[in-house]
């Protein structure tokens, strides 16, 4: 689903963010994605989304060769990525249903269409007593839930998350993982980065590690940090 190919990345500025990196995703597994700051995490996410490309190798994404994406075929191509930010991104002016509606406002979706699928996504994270609230009455967990309504509202086939349980306590991460476990059953393909060792510790999912731009370590909880 994700396929990179000796992929390298090197800012204007002379910057190597990534060096050389090579992995593959398949449809509906789940990976972590960690290193310290500076490691490269964001810029291979970045490379995902064609926020930025890559300066060598080739990225391949749901069997497209992103090199032939163009700059007019960005949004469709993004349609099949949904984004799971920290600090949720949410609009605190609007309700909970306008929020998790905004992608396929903006995808053109017709008004009915709009609303199953808003209440379908909504009912996927729990949150469908509270779609006409504001997403500010709500505690941080049950907004990060309403945050993943929203990337996953047209049924993306790739979720990328950037630090999502970065402000959750330990059994609000658990439900937030369990969320991304039920997505992946049904083949989203998941990449979680983050920081967080306790949360990588307690899963036993596939592990990439950069540091310095380079992929030190590909596999299944190979820095487990505590060894219950
Ligand atoms: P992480 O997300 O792991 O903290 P980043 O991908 O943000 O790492 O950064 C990797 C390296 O690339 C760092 O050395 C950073 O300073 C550099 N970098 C990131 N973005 C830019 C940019 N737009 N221009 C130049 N250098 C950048
Ligand atoms: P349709 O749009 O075909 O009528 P539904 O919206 O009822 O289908 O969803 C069908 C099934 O697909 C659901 O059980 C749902 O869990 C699953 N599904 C597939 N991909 C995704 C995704 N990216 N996000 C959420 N659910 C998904």
């Not at 000796?6 to 960690?34: H, M, P, V």
């Not at 080739?58 to 099949?80: E, H, M, N």
């Not at 008004?111 to 469908?128: N, Q």
């Not at 439900?175 to 059953?185: A, G, H, K, V, Y």
């Amino acid at each position: 689903m994700i396929h990179f190919h000796k992929i390298s990345k090197r800012y204007e500025n002379g910057n190597d963010a990534l060096l050389n990196i090579s992995f593959e995703l398949d449809q509906g597994e789940i990976t972590f994605l960690t290193g310290h700051s500076g490691a490269g995490k964001s810029t291979l996410l970045k490379l995902i989304m064609l926020i930025e490309r890559p300066s060598g190798g080739r990225l391949i994404v749901c069997d497209q060769d992103t090199a032939k994406v163009g700059r007019s075929a960005i949004p469709f191509y993004r349609r099949q990525i949904g984004m799971v930010f920290q600090n949720h991104q949410l609009l605190f002016d609007r309700t909970v249903y306008d929020n998790v509606a905004l992608p396929l406002i903006i995808a053109g979706y017709r008004p009915r269409e709009t609303g199953r699928r808003v209440r379908a996504a909504l009912d996927k994270v729990g949150l469908l007593d509270k779609e006409n609230l504001s997403p500010i009455a709500l505690s941080g967990g049950e907004q990060q839930r309403v945050g993943i309504a929203r990337a996953v509202v047209n049924k993306p086939r790739i979720l990328i998350a950037d630090e999502p349980t970065g402000n959750l306590d330990p059994e609000l991460s658990a439900e937030i993982m369990d969320l991304f476990d039920q997505f992946s059953q049904v083949g989203v393909t998941v990449l979680i980065a983050t920081h967080d060792l306790g949360l990588i510790s307690r899963y036993d999912h596939r592990l990439l590690s950069l540091d310095s731009g380079q992929l030190i370590s590909d596999g299944t909880d190979s820095i487990a940090a505590d060894p219950h």
